[in-house]
């Protein structure tokens, strides 16, 4: 019958859901220990689908308490970000003091010895509210999403995952990211699980133990199936 009309071709508009795998759509930060006698800054950025603007979406904070042992540990306080609304959702402060003896130590104490002197440092944990999971984020939006850490006082002021010149002072469940690697945060993190993620400040080179790390966190993923439209022609 197309023959016989002279219609050689019909393109027909077919509307579609492509189904992908499961993606990234919310994850969940929580500080486990920081240290260090350096101020630091973890900051979660995301960019969302068609936009080119970088958005602060969530960060944890570390201070000092300048008490002078030898690792040097403060307060670490997590928020979610929004916009120039920042809400605190966890706070872990840690205080530190010189004991005569490591006897009867509370659960979790922390120990440090120099020369003669002996450090005790006990941290406690706060969440608000006090059931709360942490900094909970909505990522089901974001096209780009990656990590920085901003330490004012080291020789390298700004680490990020996704610079190949400083991801390698990002550890993954123990294992140092590798020279020159980006780092893809929605594959970093897991779906359904927890991850264990820390990094170094710049205080020690790499590469290193991660027991050289001094930012420790655990993030969890949650995934979902995305459907994006797209519009198919076809030829006949």
């Known amino acids: 019958f197309m023959q016989i009309a002279h219609v050689d071709t019909v393109p027909i508009g077919v509307a579609s859901a492509v189904r ?5 759509v919310q994850t969940t930060f929580k500080v486990d220990l920081v240290s260090g006698h350096w101020g630091k800054t973890m900051t979660l950025y995301g960019t969302k ?16 308490n300048n008490f002078g042992d030898p690792k040097g540990y403060g307060t ?9 609304t ?10 530190t003091r010189t004991v005569l003896s490591f006897s009867n130590l509370p659960t979790g104490a922390i120990t440090q010895t120099s020369g003669t002197k002996r450090y005790l440092t006990t941290c406690t944990n706060t969440m608000y509210p006090a059931n709360g999971a942490g900094a909970v984020i909505d990522v ?4 780009v999403l990656y990590l920085q850490m901003d ?11 996704n610079d190949a010149n400083t991801s390698n002072r990002l550890y993954i469940d123990g294992v140092e990211v590798a020279n020159g690697k980006l780092v893809d945060i929605f594959t970093a993190v897991p779906c359904g699980q927890s991850s264990q993620q820390a990094w170094e ?3 020690n080179p790499v590469p290193a133990p ?10 969890t993923g949650k995934c979902d199936f995305n459907q994006r439209p797209s519009q198919t022609v076809l030829t006949q």
């Open 140 to 143: 089901s939006l974001m096209d």
């Open 86 to 95: 920042s809400t605190k959702v966890q706070e872990q402060k840690c205080t």
């Open 76 to 84: 670490s306080t997590v928020y979610t970000v929004n916009g120039s």
């Open 20 to 24: 992908k795998r499961p993606a990234l």
């Open 49 to 64: 689908f068609g936009e080119t603007a970088i958005s602060p979406l969530m960060k944890i904070t570390y201070v000092y």
């Open 210 to 219: 991660v027991s050289n790390a001094d930012f420790f966190y655990t993030v």
């Open 201 to 203: 400040d710049g205080g």
């Open 151 to 161: 330490v004012p006082s080291a020789q390298l002021t700004k680490l990020k995952s």
